[in-house]
């Protein structure tokens, strides 16, 4: 069968027409969609874990698959997670989704990854575009050749818990209560001491304490050295302390006043003459401290003894113990009527 040459032309510019137009709309739906993949790392050793990023930019309006993810990525790359697809506006009129994923390698050496297929489709054509290939390189641990395989890391010990050095704790405790028993406890005991405590001593009576620390001042005799109100201030003192040890009576917080006053409301404490003497000597000492008075010579002596007269005609008299009498007769025999 033949054709005239004008129906052969016919033909011819229809075909290349036709292939001018698939062509033409492939090259529309390609363009514009890129795919990437890329690491965080290229070199790590045996088990590491790194990221791998999965990027394809495309159009709004075509519809975009990512490829399928299997547990084995490669020969040598596995997959140890898989993160969420992102998206983000990437300018003139294209979109970018991305997706994160974790993985690893258990087999040493330099590794080739081949790309990922992205399957696209608009207007009822399908295509795909793939990325570019990556390498990775997974090294071994070192081996020392005359020790052999070690351990990565150094074994270390855990922290010790209270559960497990309690035993322990309470042994020693028991030991040191056991050595303070026979050093201290024991000793203390044979002497009839206190178990931890010091024996305080006992105070002297009042008028013991009183009178020795007149007999200082005696001694001291500070009129001499011109310490006159030392001298009062020192005296009062000691026989308000006394008043305070031997009656009860409030002396250190009341006045000279106060004082006498109390001693005469309560005649018990003290006779008259013992009151006057008292008197005499706070008084005097009231005006030597607060209104500069000057006193004799004299004065100093009289106070000195007043403050004596007053101590020893009030003191608490020691009770004696009656002596018993000691029979001797020993042997002798006695007659009972």
């Not at 258990?106 to 696209?120: C, L, M």
């Not at 044979?190 to 105070?203: M, N």
């Not at 001694?219 to 006159?228: D, G, R």
Request: aromatic residues 8%; hydrophobic residues 40%; positive net charge.
């Amino acid at each position: 069968m033949k054709f005239s040459n004008k129906t052969y032309l016919l033909q011819k510019k229809f075909i290349l027409i036709l292939i001018l137009a698939i062509t033409s709309g492939v090259t529309v739906h390609a363009q514009g969609i890129t795919a990437k993949a890329r690491m965080d790392s290229t070199k790590i050793l045996l088990g590491d874990q790194i990221k791998l990023f999965l990027e394809v930019t495309h159009p709004k309006d075509v519809k975009v698959t990512f490829p399928a993810l299997n547990k084995m990525l490669s020969q040598n790359l596995e997959l140890i997670q898989k993160g969420k697809v992102e998206q983000s506006g990437a300018g003139n009129n294209l979109v970018k989704e991305a997706i994160e994923l974790t993985v690893t390698s258990f087999d040493s050496g330099k590794h080739e990854i081949p790309p990922f297929y992205f399957k696209y489709s608009k207007g009822g054509i399908t295509d795909s575009v793939k990325t570019n290939t990556l390498t990775l390189s997974v090294n071994s641990f070192k081996i020392d050749q005359k020790k052999g395989p070690t351990d990565i890391k150094s074994p270390y010990s855990a922290s010790l818990t209270l559960k497990e050095i309690l035993p322990y704790l309470l042994g020693i405790i028991l030991l040191l209560s056991l050595i303070f028993f026979l050093l201290y406890a024991i000793p203390r005991r044979k002497k009839a001491l206190p178990f931890l405590f010091k024996q305080e001593k006992p105070l002297d009576p009042p008028h013991i304490v009183a009178l020795r620390e007149l007999d200082h001042i005696k001694e001291e005799k500070p009129w001499e050295k011109e310490k006159i109100k030392e001298f009062y201030t020192e005296t009062t003192d000691i026989i308000r302390n006394y008043i305070v040890r031997r009656f009860g009576v409030s002396a250190l917080e009341q006045t000279s006043e106060e004082t006498i006053k109390e001693f005469r409301k309560q005649r018990n404490l003290a006779d008259e003459k013992s009151i006057e003497q008292l008197e005499q000597m706070l008084s005097l000492a009231d005006l030597v401290k607060f209104a500069k008075y000057t006193p004799l010579p004299d004065d100093h002596t009289i106070t000195l003894a007043n403050a004596y007269f007053f101590i020893l005609h009030t003191q608490i008299e020691e009770m004696k113990k009656p002596e018993i009498p000691v029979d001797d007769r020993e042997g002798e025999e006695v007659e009972i009527r």
